[in-house]
């Protein structure tokens, strides 16, 4: 029999309210082992309960209950949610209560939704954008998993599914029925269905990569030469003193990350260490190897040049200047700025110290944020997983077109059609889904 799983659904701490979620068979019961004596509440409607230890009848909390009966709830089970007072000790007693009684055990990560997916009530996308919406940190982020959690990316993925079932039914019947097409391998009336196919799902996956980036935060990497002002500038985009600032040259060694929100668009900005020929010792040439190795794998770099060198410019970090390039001139507060061009790109003159000119490079890297990451509007590809599976099936489309025999092109599609179906889970995932759960928090 299927166990009935519970968890805490809300943040783990102090709250005013938290929520206990229990799913399965037993829901039901474990609610009226908490309320003896009492009748069940209706589904669907909120009851103030007397939440009692089944032996000896402590009273463990004053709740609100609320009942969902299978199979319209979240996880299509039988589901009963108790909102607590959100003191640890409260939570405590009654997860201790619940995990005493029979057939109850508490879930493992992302086991609701897991169970919600099991009963038809999401696809894998939505069950995946469940996972994104929580940890959404910015504007755009949520927009994007909540796009994909009212069932945008399946929807796409189930339609191609769908032409694809069809072509394949037209080739099994040229196949079965041999005299009236030519011999060969799909016949002309697929040919274009799969081409267009092909070509469509190719776009998809020609948008930069835009969808798995919005989740993850854009790379933008500071890079220049050493006091130029590299941390400063990440403390000052930051707010807060992330990285150590000091008049010695060779102070930052590690490569230093803070998460920020630029115009809703979530950023990853790295601090490195400053590039120069000679290093003080090995440990800072490491802090330079890995500077440069961050700097090639950035969506967008930020050279900061010293304003009181000028008209030198660093010549390791000039290098580094491309189109995906921001040019800063730091401590203008010192030196007067003059209007300077690096390799053609305007430098955006600033003060680490006072802050004047930040809010210029904020705006100039919100733009650059959003043309990578903003889209049409059309669903983005957001998981290497799904770019596999359409990798996969492009490839299987271009086997089929080339098929000497249409068999083997029928073939070819049916491997194209399982690629896609993998992604929402319409076929054999049970092997996919562990590492996909794996990903959730508890109580999710
Ligand atoms: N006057 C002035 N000083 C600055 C400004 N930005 C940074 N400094 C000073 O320049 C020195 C070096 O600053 P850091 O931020 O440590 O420079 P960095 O590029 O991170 O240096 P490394 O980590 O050693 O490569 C410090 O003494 C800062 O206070 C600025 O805009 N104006
Ligand atoms: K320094
Ligand atoms: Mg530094």
């Known amino acids: 029999m299927t166990a009935t799983i519970f968890a805490l659904a809300?943040?783990?701490?102090?709250?005013?309210?938290?929520?206990?979620?229990?799913?399965?068979?037993?829901?039901?019961?474990?609610?009226?082992?908490?309320?003896?004596?009492?009748?069940?509440?209706?589904?669907?409607?909120?009851?103030l309960a007397a939440l009692r230890h089944p032996v000896g009848g402590e009273l463990l909390d004053r709740a609100m209950v609320l009942r969902f009966a299978a199979?319209?709830?979240?996880?299509?089970?039988?589901?009963?949610?108790?909102?607590?007072?959100?003191?640890r000790a409260v939570v405590a007693g009654v997860v201790e209560v619940l995990a005493s009684l029979p057939g109850l055990r508490i879930a493992e990560p992302g086991e609701f939704t897991r169970r919600a997916f099991e009963n038809g009530k999401l696809d894998l996308t939505e069950a995946e954008a469940v996972a994104d919406l929580v940890d959404a940190e910015t504007a755009a982020q949520k927009r994007q998993a909540l796009r994909q959690m009212e069932g945008m990316l399946g929807r796409l993925y189930d339609g191609w599914r769908e032409r694809l079932t069809r072509a394949l039914a037209h080739i099994e019947a040229a196949i079965d029925f041999p005299e009236?097409?030519?011999?060969?391998?799909?016949?002309?009336?697929?040919?274009?269905?799969?081409?267009?196919?092909?070509?469509?799902?190719?776009?998809?996956?020609?948008d930069g990569g835009r969808g798995e980036r919005l989740r993850e935060g854009l790379h933008i990497a500071i890079v220049g030469a050493p006091n130029a002002g590299k941390s400063s500038l990440l403390?000052?985009?930051?707010?807060?003193?992330?990285?150590?600032?000091?008049?010695?040259?060779?102070?930052?060694?590690?490569?230093?990350?803070?998460?920020?929100?630029?115009?809703?668009?979530?950023?990853v900005l790295a601090d490195t260490a400053g590039l120069r020929e000679a290093a003080a010792d090995e440990v800072e040439e490491e802090g330079i190897r890995r500077a440069r190795d961050r700097a090639a794998r950035a969506d967008v770099k930020v050279a900061v040049f010293d304003a009181t060198a000028l008209p030198a410019l660093d010549p390791a970090t000039l290098a580094l200047v491309d189109a995906d390039t921001v040019v800063v001139l730091n401590k203008t507060d010192l030196a007067e700025p003059p209007a300077v061009t690096v390799a053609?790109?305007?430098?955006?003159?600033?003060?680490?110290?006072?802050?004047?000119?930040?809010?210029?490079?904020?705006?100039v890297l919100t733009t650059f944020t959003a043309d990578r990451l903003a889209g049409s509007g059309a669903p983005a590809l957001t998981r290497a997983r799904h770019?596999?599976?359409?990798?996969?099936?492009?490839?299987?489309?271009?086997?089929?077109?080339?098929?000497?025999?249409?068999?083997?092109?029928?073939?070819?599609?049916?491997?194209?059609?399982?690629?896609?179906?993998?992604?929402?889970?319409?076929?054999?995932?049970?092997?996919?889904?562990?590492?996909i759960f794996r990903d959730f928090c508890i109580g999710k």
Do not use: Q, W
């Open 10 to 47: 809300t943040a783990p701490g102090r709250s005013g309210v938290a929520v206990v979620r229990i799913s399965g068979p037993g829901a039901a019961g474990a609610l009226a082992a908490l309320t003896p004596g009492k009748p069940l509440p209706r589904p669907r409607e909120a009851t």
């Open 71 to 87: 199979p319209r709830s979240f996880t299509g089970e039988d589901v009963v949610e108790l909102h607590l007072h959100g003191g």
């Open 180 to 206: 009236e097409d030519l011999p060969g391998g799909v016949a002309d009336a697929v040919r274009p269905v799969l081409e267009t196919l092909a070509a469509g799902i190719r776009t998809h996956l020609d």
């Open 235 to 267: 403390n000052a985009l930051a707010r807060r003193e992330a990285a150590i600032v000091s008049s010695r040259a060779g102070t930052t060694r590690d490569v230093i990350e803070v998460h920020l929100d630029l115009g809703g668009y979530p950023v």
């Open 344 to 363: 053609g790109h305007p430098a955006v003159a600033l003060s680490a110290r006072t802050g004047a000119g930040l809010a210029t490079l904020e705006a």
């Open 387 to 435: 770019r596999a599976a359409l990798e996969e099936c492009c490839e299987a489309l271009l086997r089929a077109l080339a098929a000497p025999l249409p068999e083997l092109a029928a073939e070819d599609v049916r491997l194209a059609s399982r690629a896609l179906g993998r992604i929402t889970g319409r076929v054999d995932v049970e092997d996919l889904l562990d590492v």
